[in-house]
């Protein structure tokens, strides 16, 4: 009797607790990446709206409730329904900080992670990480500005570079952590960390975001408060040294604002001169004209099977087969865009020959998600492990219980739920370039000379930034203008 | 077996059955301390509101000012500087309200200038306003004074807790000779600290 009142006593709590924590299985068998190619490849046919039909509809308790309320968003954004975006973003924001306010010590958290035990990591509720949680306050940020509510705009701002700030300090804290206890060792999945390693190239981490920071630099600038742009446009290019527009921006405000020690400094480092920037300021009848180029769809990640050595209890080392995510080896090309100014003349003497200039990247979010992943990689393994184990145990189990045909279901049942978690934001671009230049006011036609995007007429207002936002995948693109 | 099986399905369901509730609806006191979350709330407003209201009609230079006349403010705005979209507008609301009870000042509304000019422009040229009684336009007085001022705010978190700090500053300025003739800022903290054990 006692016996019967134990296995009652657990069947009673096991019930309760998968009952409150609402445990979706519909995820666990299908990997997400795979799932969204349709979409994927409705939006570089060109055809945003159908995309938008095929996508995942969020639903609260769904483990992948955060990822479709961000790709929702982005579609809007891209179909222009600048209130739509607003309110999926806004609604993933609320659910983030919902997650944030949650206890320390959480029984569902428990529940998920047995549940990621037996089965796989698509168990777990996705939680955007800090580069696709900045992405996601550029665009609402974004979403504002094409409401010509450049204070709103601002808070958003504010939001994603605190986003950054935690993640860099949540980021240091882990290094410590990493070097106190060595993990498994990664370099059994040799074949997989070398294609990550090539991808990631001199990215220093996962979260911090040039663009962002610039997209805040560039917004304080327009707001008039240099010294806020100033600093953002110095966080920006501490992440990107490259970029001369960003150089020059910082040459620029840096001399407006005296900072001579600073300038001394940038100025060894730097391949534009600020003489040479000073030199080059707009004119009165001048205005800025700001491009930002967003091209392509983030790569998606792939399953990947790789062998992991476990030593068993007789200590002998035996190779289990498991899944990984990891990215293919070859990445899509990314070129800048070149665009030539000319101004759309009242009279009929049309200049002969316009400003032509070219984009520079300012963030490659291919290399951002590929760093993700290689910083998420260790924990992910060792929670490999625990599921072979556990997996092992149930396989054990029921072959000495239900003899061959036990084994052989609990077999089936440990491939079929070896799922890689190939969760990520899949409707972000593959790399964002800017541009900056003076253009006297008035209109303009802008020509885009290396992709097939129609010419786009666009107004300069004297002293003031025109934004003008290009967006490129496959054969699908919108430009959106507004000034700042 | 069977038997505790059923009975352990039957607690279950029954304790499940517990956690939904009927949804109750009910009137509170508007000006009671409200902390939902800890974001920018309507204790946040009500306590900005009185206090700056409350320091700029105690203030000895605005007791001047006011002696003889009511002079005319207008209310610039409230600039949002915090990581919240806060309807600053609301804000300012509440103090021209408050400082308008108190009958030292008069106001000017420039949110409504547009409502206006339309108003006038119909009687003026509608035709079915007598032109006699019509209201002309070129008669509203300027204001003297104007009042505007910044809400900005610190967030400091950590895995444990939230931080955040308010500083809300008002000044009114002399339109015409461009001196600022008070000013004053309000403080408000809140801390958020994590439960311990949760769902």
Redesign the interface.
């Known amino acids: 009797m006692p016996e ?2 134990k ?3 657990v ?2 709590i096991a ?2 607790l998968s ?2 924590a609402s445990i979706q299985l519909n995820n666990l068998f299908s990997d997400y990446a795979t799932s969204q190619k349709p979409v994927r490849a409705a939006i570089n046919a060109g055809n945003v709206k159908s995309a938008q039909s095929m996508l995942e509809q969020p639903t609260a308790g769904n483990t992948n409730y955060q990822l479709a309320m961000l790709e929702q968003g982005r579609l809007a954004f891209l179909t222009e329904d600048t209130k739509q975006s607003q309110w999926w973003f806004n609604q993933s924001y609320r659910a983030l ?1 919902n997650e ?9 958290k428990g529940v998920e992670k047995f549940n990621t035990l037996v089965t796989n990591d698509n168990a777990i509720s996705y939680q955007p990480p800090a580069y696709e949680q900045s992405m996601m306050h550029s665009y609402q940020a974004l979403n504002y500005v094409f409401q010509h509510d450049l ?2 705009a ?2 958003e701002v ?2 994603a570079n ?1 986003v950054q700030e ?1 993640a860099l ?1 949540q980021y240091e804290d882990e290094l410590f952590e990493a070097s106190e206890s060595a993990g498994i060792d990664a370099s059994y999945i040799n074949n997989t960390a070398a294609t990550l390693n090539s991808r990631v190239g001199d990215v220093k981490n996962g979260f911090q975001n040039a663009y962002t920071f610039y997209l805040s630099g560039l917004l304080y600038e327009a707001a008039g408060e240099l010294n806020d742009a100033y600093i953002d446009y110095k966080r920006a290019i501490e992440i990107y040294p490259e970029n001369e527009y960003l150089q020059r921006d910082i040459l620029r405000l840096g001399s407006v604002l005296g900072m001579q020690t600073d300038l001394e400094a940038f100025e060894k480092q730097f391949s534009v001169k600020a003489s040479e920037v000073l030199s080059a300021k707009p004119t009165a009848n001048e205005g800025q004209l700001v491009v930002i180029y967003e091209q392509g769809l983030v790569d998606a990640k792939i399953e990947k099977s790789v062998r992991l050595p476990i030593f068993t209890s007789n200590n002998d080392m035996r190779f289990y087969s498991v899944s990984i995510p990891s990215y293919s080896a070859r990445s899509q090309s990314l070129a800048p865009l070149t665009l030539s100014v000319q101004e759309t003349a009242d009279s009929n003497t049309a200049k002969a020959n316009g400003l032509v200039v070219n984009t520079q990247p300012i963030v490659n979010v291919q290399a951002l998600v590929a760093k993700q992943l290689q910083d998420s990689m260790p924990s992910m393994l060792s929670r490999q492990v625990l599921r072979l184990v556990a997996k092992e145990q149930v396989r054990r189990k029921l072959s000495k219980e239900a003899g061959d045909v036990g084994n052989i279901l609990a077999g089936i049942y440990s491939m079929a739920s070896e799922r890689a978690d190939t969760r990520s934001w899949l409707t972000l671009p593959a790399d964002v370039q800017i541009l900056r230049a003076n253009v006297a006011a008035g209109a303009h036609s802008i020509a885009f000379n290396n992709v097939n995007i129609a010419a786009t007429e666009v107004k300069i207002v004297p002293g003031k930034i025109t934004l003008m936002l290009v967006t490129k995948a496959g054969q699908f693109s919108t430009v959106r203008t507004v000034t700042l | ?1 069977k038997k ?2 059923l ?3 039957a ?2 369901v029954a ?2 059955a517990g ?1 939904s509730s009927k949804q109750v609806v009910s009137y509170g006191d508007a000006t009671a301390v409200e902390t939902t ?2 974001n920018f709330g309507s204790t946040d407003l009500q306590k900005v509101a009185s206090e700056m209201t409350d320091s700029l009609i105690s203030s000895p230079v605005i007791g001047s000012l006011t002696q003889n006349k009511r002079p005319v403010v207008f209310v610039e705005r409230i ?7 806060i309807d600053t507008e609301s804000i300012t609301d509440s103090i021209s309200t408050k400082v308008l009870r108190s009958g030292k000042f008069r106001f000017v509304d420039m949110s409504r200038v547009e409502a206006v000019k339309k108003q006038l422009q119909f009687q003026q040229e509608g035709g079915l306003v007598d032109p006699t009684k019509a209201i002309q336009f070129g008669k509203q007085i300027g204001a003297e004074y104007m009042l505007y001022g910044n809400l900005s705010s610190i ?1 400091k ?4 807790k ?1 931080d955040v700090y308010y500083k809300f500053t008002m000044r009114l300025m002399d339109l015409e000779s461009g001196i600022i003739e008070w000013a004053d800022e309000t403080e408000i903290r809140k801390t ?1 600290e ?6």
């Open positions: 019967t009142l296995k009652g006593a069947f009673c019930t309760l009952g409150c900080e944030r306010a949650k206890a320390k010590v959480r029984l569902g204070e709103g601002l808070v504010r939001r605190f935690q300090k | 077996m505790t099986l009975i352990a399905s607690i279950s304790l499940l956690c979350d800890i600039k949002n500087k915090t990581s919240e979209h967030v978190a950590n895995a444990d939230k958020r994590k439960a311990g054990l949760g769902w």
